[in-house]
Every structure is written in structure tokens, then in C-alpha cells.
């Protein structure tokens, strides 16, 4: 990732930021949709899950210029997501679902540089998360 992708990440995420709640509640409605079965895996309130999704995509969005900064914590996200039950299969579907609402959230300002920008973020930091969740089944003797 550069300094260009960044800087269209972050603002980016600036406008999302406007209507958070009607951001997050289309990425689950669309990742719902795209895998009925991820939806078991959430067991608290919809709209507290929504805060907490852009409360960290507001982290990682900040911390993108120092990402060795937040490796440790996106580690440790994918072994909790490991421990829901979140399949390496489930993070392309993720992927999908956050590019689609990107796409519906950031009405002509969704060009392919920002999609390719988010595509490239979210390949960096899936790749981390999940090298946390391998870590964390191999240490409980499960297979990845």
C-alpha cells in the first residue's frame, strides 16, 4: 500500500464517516444476503456490531500510514474471529461486501483508484487476521 492509497482510504472513510450507522447496517445486510449462514455467527445487538465495525475500520484507517503498529491487534482479531467460527472463506465474502457497500456508500466518489485502494487495504489486513487465526487454531492443535 502507498502513501496515495492511503490518503484515498482515509478520505474515503471521511464521508462514510457522515453516515455510519446507515454504512455498517448495508455491509451486514449485504454480507447477510451474500452468506445467509455468517449471520449466526453474531450474537449481539445488529446496531452496536455496526458501531463497533466502523469504530475499528476507524483504527485501522488511522494507523494505515504505521501498519506494524497495528499488526499485533488485527492478529489477535483473526484468532477471535478463529474462535467465532470465521472460515478463511469467509474473508473473500467480507471483501465482497465491504467493496459493494464502498460502492453504494460513496456515490461518484468510488473511483477504481479507491476501489483499488480498499481492495489492496483490505488484502494486507485480511492477510494478518488471518495468519492471527491460523496461529491461534494451530496453538489449540486444530487444523486451519
Known amino acids: 500500500m502507498n502513501a496515495e492509497q492511503i490518503e484515498l482510504i482515509q478520505q474515503s472513510f471521511q464521508q462514510l464517516r457522515r453516515s455510519a450507522d446507515t454504512v455498517a447496517l448495508l455491509f451486514y445486510e449485504h454480507l447477510f444476503t451474500e452468506k445467509p449462514a455468517l449471520k449466526q455467527l453474531f450474537h449481539s445487538d445488529m446496531e452496536e456490531q455496526g458501531r463497533k465495525l466502523m469504530n475499528l475500520l476507524g483504527v485501522v484507517v488511522v494507523g494505515l500510514p504505521q501498519l506494524e503498529r497495528l499488526t499485533p491487534m488485527l492478529r489477535e482479531l483473526g484468532a477471535r474471529h478463529a474462535r467465532y467460527g470465521v472460515q478463511t ?40 487476521m488471518q495468519d492471527g487465526a491460523r496461529e491461534a487454531l494451530a496453538a489449540h492443535g486444530l487444523p486451519a
Open 89 to 128: 472463506a469467509d474473508y473473500d465474502t467480507v471483501a465482497n461486501a465491504l467493496l459493494w457497500t464502498l460502492e453504494h456508500s460513496l456515490p461518484g466518489e468510488y473511483t477504481p483508484a479507491v476501489q483499488a485502494a480498499w481492495t489492496e487495504a483490505y488484502r494486507v489486513l485480511a492477510r494478518l
